[in-house]
């Protein structure tokens, strides 16, 4: 699986932003996939996860009830809706796929498959 996420850009303070990671594949509908975020100097941190169908969702306490992950198996696409975004969530987005749900969530963080990254800043 091959990804490739799009989107980021910069925004003021309290605006939005949509991500976008196109995959690769035709096992794409088979794969959990999340969203990660990486600031200068400081660790990658879990953002959200889907599941395969998309019916299980899970977010950061940073990310919930701002950022929503949805994706569509007929375009292999998943998305990251991201409103009222602070200057802290100026990062670097990933994009990560995995078989299993569990290993994307923050206990694990870990993926298969990564995106290349794509730069989102937020001026306050």
């Known amino acids: 699986v091959q990804l490739q996420a799009s989107g980021g850009g910069l925004v003021q303070a309290g605006g939005s932003l949509r991500l976008s990671c196109a995959a690769s594949g035709r096992t794409f509908s088979s794969y959990a996939m999340g969203w990660f975020r990486q600031a200068p100097g400081k660790e990658r941190e879990f953002v959200a996860v889907i599941n395969w169908s998309g019916s299980m969702t899970y977010y950061a306490d940073s990310a919930k009830g701002r950022f929503a992950i949805s994706r569509d198996n007929a375009k292999n696409t998943v998305f990251l809706q991201m409103n009222s975004l602070k200057p802290e969530d100026t990062a670097i987005y990933y994009c990560?796929?995995?078989?299993?749900?569990?290993?994307?969530?923050?206990?694990?963080?870990?993926?298969?498959?990564w995106g290349q990254g794509t730069q989102v800043t937020v001026s306050s």
């Open positions: 990560a796929a995995d078989p299993t749900y569990s290993d994307l969530l923050p206990r694990r963080g870990s993926a298969d498959y």
